[in-house]
Each structure stands twice: as structure tokens, then as C-alpha cells.
């Protein structure tokens, strides 16, 4: 290699630091995108286990095997990403979301989800004048890219649960 | 933003390849110290006062980690860095849970001054424009345990903004063998630009539509008065904690140089 050569190489390494650089910048503002890319997609509701709490204490505990499954869209359109659903036992979280209703017909408006960081995932419905009825907000305990595992808590005071929810889903 | 951030970095790497440069990377620990969290803090504390334990504290030392390049030519040094740094303070009630506050940081800094690279050693003294974002993530712990972010809790949320400030650095360091240096600087974040920045806002988008729950869109700078008026117009929409998180930092690290046989 000629000392020529050798120079040109190391501007190139220069430059490839630069674009390393950039590119680490952008990357860390795509985080987003990112979390809605692994929420999405076709996902088994495997488990609804409900705790129920007095005082502070679980009082009972009731649970509920392939309860249905999601369909999370990737829309790309945060918060306006659509879902679908289909359920043999609906989550008593969403309950209130759904307004009781086994599915949600056309006509009945829309359900859209959204990540809010990597920490909450929504759930909301609009009906059909684009209004938006009701939300719930899930904490999101874990993300893996075939599991996730959401938590929903009703407090019973300021410290204390009265009923705590937990889905665990697979990606079908 | 981003395309802000590119075209500073572009310009700063503008700067001819010819002269004397290095890359460096570290670790870095530091305060991040904000007038307005403080107000919150007290607001809080005091509203909260009978159901404490132990009242919520202050951040830091935070830590983090830092790299960048900087060129010097003729005794001038200019240069790039980007650092993290991240920190957590908490208020624990009297019946053990907890209300948790993560606070991270990310700055970009592009500077100059003056200062000396040479394949044995290095100084500089800087001044720079800090750009990037301050963020707290607020979240519950419940007696049990259980941590939630959920919309049970109207304080529960991811709270961020654009951080601007400047930045003043003095750096050393000396060769450990040909071209690798250890080095050492200290940075004071300061006089966050007034009015270019903002405070401190979940955008999560069913915060601001819920009529019911009355979430803050970002930390009350006085919790006192917000709980009185929750939910009211009469509370102001820009007292909330704002972006001006800053402080001493320092950082160690390795820095490898690059002499000016480059392109000669």
C-alpha cells in the first residue's frame, strides 16, 4: 500500500466516524417507530388473569386461557392506528372501551391503539363522528418480539389495588 | 430537530481533515439540578407532607456516558460531542409505596475555544451550544409492589422538551501508549436559553381529551395550586417544569489521536 493509499484511508475512516456519529443521532429519535413496530401485529390473547384486593391484600383471583385474539395494524399514523379484535372472554379492562360489546361493528365507530413510549400502550374508540368515547392505557410490563405482557390497575386508595388485571399475549 | 442536528454536525465535520483531530469516549457523572423541578419538588412535598415517609428528593449524581471529536488548528479547537446522563429521585409514603421519577438527559454540544492536540497529550478550554432533550419518566409503586404508568394514576407519565444551554469545558489528558490518551474533563451546563425552550409536556394524546381524570400535561410548578383548581383554565398552561436542567458534569475517558500527517 502506497503512503498515498494509506492517507486516502484514513480520510475515508474519518468520514465513516462522521456518518456513525449521524446516524446514532437519528437512530435515538425513531424510538416511536420502533416501539410501534414491535407492538403490531397479529397477537393470541394467552392469558387474563384478575386479582381482586381488599385492604390492600388479593381477596380472589379468577384467570382465563385463549381469551381471543388482536390485531394491532401498523398504520403508521400515531395515535390513529387501527385494531381489531376478536374475543371468547373480553378483558373486563377493556369493558369499558368496548361498551360492553362483543365486536365492534362498522358502524359502531373505531378502535385505535398507540404506544406512548415503551412503557404504555392505549387502546381508545372513536364512534363514528370521530369523537373519541373512551380509553384505557396499559402499562406495559414486558416486550419481547413474540410475547407482551400488559398490567391494568384499578387503585383502591392512594397506595393500594383493588383490582389488578395482567394479559399475556403471543404473537400468532 | 433532527434535520437541525444534522446540518450542525455536518458543519462542525466541515472543518478540514488536515489538522490535528481525536475521538474520545467516557463515562460521565454529574448533578442535574432545575429551579423549576425544585418548585415542584417543595409544591409537592409540602402538599403530601402528612401521608410521607420520606419526602422526594433531588437528582443526582447522575452518570451517563459521553463521546465526540474535536480538531484543533493553530492553537483554535472546535468539535463535537453528544453525552447522557440519568438519575432518579423518588418520595416513599407512609404505607410503602413509592412515587418514582426517572430523569434522563441527552445533550449534543458543538464547541470551540482554544486548545493544544498532540499524539502525547492534550488540553482545551471551550465554550459550546448545548442542544438536545431533557425528559422524566414518572411512574407509581404500589404498597405491593406493582409499578404502573397507567392512566389510574394522573401523574403517571413520560414528561420531555428541547433542552438549549451553554456549555463550558476544561479537558486534559495524557498518553497511555502511541495516540491513546486518557483524559478527563469537567462541563458546566448552564443559562438555559430563555423562550427556546419549553416545559417539560407528556404528548400523550388522551391527556389533554379526558374530562374526567384532569391529567396535568406536564409536573405543576405549584402541585398546592393545581390540585385546588385541577381541571380549571385559571391554572397557568406554561407553570409547569421546563427544560433547564443543568449543572457540573464530569467525565474520564479514552481519546485517540490522529496527527496531521493526515492528507499532508
Keep these: 500500500m502506497t503512503d498515498k493509499t494509506g492517507k486516502h484511508i484514513k480520510k475515508y475512516k474519518f468520514f465513516i466516524l462522521c456518518i456513525a456519529v449521524i446516524a446514532f443521532l437519528i437512530s435515538g429519535c425513531e424510538k416511536d417507530n420502533k416501539y410501534r413496530h414491535q407492538m403490531s401485529g397479529v397477537w393470541n390473547i394467552e392469558s387474563i388473569s384478575m386479582e381482586y384486593y ?29 385494531m381489531e379484535y376478536e374475543h371468547t372472554c373480553t378483558p373486563p379492562s377493556l369493558n369499558y372501551v368496548l361498551g ?27 364512534d363514528p363522528n370521530g369523537i373519541t368515547e373512551s380509553f384505557v392505557i396499559y402499562t406495559v410490563q414486558k416486550l419481547r418480539k413474540n410475547t407482551m405482557e400488559l398490567i391494568f390497575i384499578i387503585p383502591e386508595s392512594t397506595s393500594h389495588i383493588a383490582y389488578k388485571e395482567v394479559l399475556v399475549l403471543k404473537r400468532i | 430537530m433532527n434535520r437541525i442536528l444534522v446540518i450542525i454536525i455536518l458543519l462542525t465535520f466541515s472543518f478540514p ?49 459521553g463521546f465526540g471529536t474535536d480538531y484543533e488548528v493553530g492553537g483554535l479547537l472546535v468539535g463535537f460531542r453528544a453525552n447522557t446522563i440519568a438519575s432518579t429521585a423518588r418520595i416513599k409514603y407512609t ?21 493544544n492536540n498532540s499524539e502525547s497529550s492534550f488540553y482545551g478550554l471551550t465554550f ?63 443559562g438555559n436559553i430563555p423562550d427556546a425552550f419549553g416545559c417539560l409536556y407528556d404528548d400523550h394524546h388522551h391527556r389533554s381529551l379526558d374530562p ?48 496531521n500527517e493526515i492528507g499532508e
Design chain 1, 100 to 126: 360492553g360489546l362483543p365486536a365492534l361493528q362498522p358502524s359502531d365507530g373505531e378502535l385505535d391503539w398507540y404506544p406512548a413510549g415503551e412503557e404504555r400502550l392505549t387502546i381508545w374508540a372513536i
Design chain 2, 17 to 65: 481533515a488536515f489538522s490535528q483531530f481525536g475521538v474520545f469516549g467516557g463515562v460521565r457523572t454529574g448533578w442535574a439540578t432545575s429551579k423549576t423541578f425544585n418548585r415542584f419538588k417543595q409544591t409537592f412535598n409540602s402538599y403530601l407532607t402528612d401521608v410521607t415517609e420520606k419526602p422526594l428528593g433531588s437528582f443526582g449524581p447522575s452518570i451517563g456516558y
Design chain 2, 212 to 259: 374526567f381524570t384532569e391529567y396535568p400535561t406536564g409536573l405543576p410548578l405549584d402541585y398546592e395550586e393545581y390540585m385546588e383548581l385541577m381541571g380549571s383554565f385559571d391554572y397557568g398552561v406554561e407553570d409547569y417544569v421546563k427544560a433547564d436542567f443543568s449543572g457540573l458534569r464530569f467525565e474520564i475517558g479514552l481519546r485517540i489521536q490522529f496527527g
Design chain 2, 128 to 190: 459550546g451550544l448545548a442542544a438536545g432533550n431533557d425528559k422524566i419518566t414518572s411512574y407509581f409503586e404500589y404498597s405491593d409492589g406493582t409499578t404502573s404508568y397507567g392512566s389510574e394514576k394522573y401523574l403517571n407519565g413520560i414528561y420531555d422538551a428541547i433542552h438549549m444551554s451553554g456549555a463550558i469545558t476544561a479537558q486534559g489528558g495524557v498518553a497511555i501508549t502511541d495516540n491513546v490518551l486518557v483524559y478527563g474533563l469537567a462541563e458546566l451546563i448552564f
Design chain 1, 54 to 82: 381488599t385492604d390492600g391484600n388479593p381477596d380472589s383471583t379468577a384467570s382465563v386461557s385463549d381469551a381471543g385474539v388482536w390485531l394491532l395494524t401498523d398504520n403508521a399514523l400515531d395515535p390513529y392506528n387501527i
Design chain 2, 95 to 115: 404505607d410503602n409505596a413509592k412515587r418514582h421519577f426517572d430523569f434522563d438527559q441527552f445533550l449534543t454540544v458543538t464547541y470551540f475555544g482554544i486548545g
